[in-house]
């Protein structure tokens, strides 16, 4: 329920945020654009560290990351 203009500045806010810098952002084959029309795609090595979880607009949107080893 959004309370005001504040509030439903707010959520915007934090939703361009997710959606500009944390979601996956997927391609043609889940694959780089830059790699979609190669033959073999690349095997990407994933970090070592602690996953970790932001919470944005109370749990709503949750972005899943590697912390740094």
Known sequence: ????????????????????????HQSRGNVPLSDADAEEPRILKFPSGEVKCRDRLGGLLRHYYREAA
């Open 1 to 24: 329920m959004v309370c005001g203009e504040k509030h439903l500045n707010h959520i915007v806010r934090e939703f361009l945020t997710h959606y500009h810098e944390e979601r996956p």
